[in-house]
């Protein structure tokens, strides 16, 4: 099961972490990932980190300004979102697989309910 938080309403150029649980199996067989959906579109990669953290990888709309990371010992993988802009307006979902997986969604089996982001210029 996973569980995001950290959603909220904030200005362009703010900042804001979001946080994503995992329980079930032991935090470090999952590989996680984040996705977002704004509405009316279609859900969209943002962001993924290798079982131990030491690889991550990002969709294009992330690279620069956000920074996936995770802490095996806390069950938990974060989502540090900077410079955020009003197109960066979505519901924030986090993902697991216990295998590789790549930028599609139909990568992972695991997915949380979801946080919603909002930014306002």
């Known amino acids: 099961q996973l569980q995001a938080s950290g959603g909220g309403s904030v200005q362009a150029g703010d900042s804001l972490r979001l946080s994503c649980t995992a329980s079930?199996?032991?935090?470090?067989?999952?590989?996680m990932g984040w996705f977002r959906q704004a509405p009316g579109k279609e859900r969209e990669y943002v962001a993924s980190?290798?079982?131990?953290?030491?690889?991550?990888y990002y969709g294009d709309s992330a690279q620069g300004r956000f920074t996936i990371s995770r802490d095996n010992t806390k069950s938990t993988v974060w989502l540090q979102m900077n410079r955020l802009k009003p197109e960066d307006t979505a519901i924030y979902y986090c993902a697991a697989r216990t295998t590789v997986a790549g930028k599609g969604r139909d990568d992972y089996d695991y997915w949380g309910q979801g946080t919603e982001v909002t930014v306002s210029s």
């Open positions: 079930g199996r032991p935090f470090s067989s999952y590989y």
């Open positions: 980190i290798t079982w131990s953290g030491d690889r991550t």
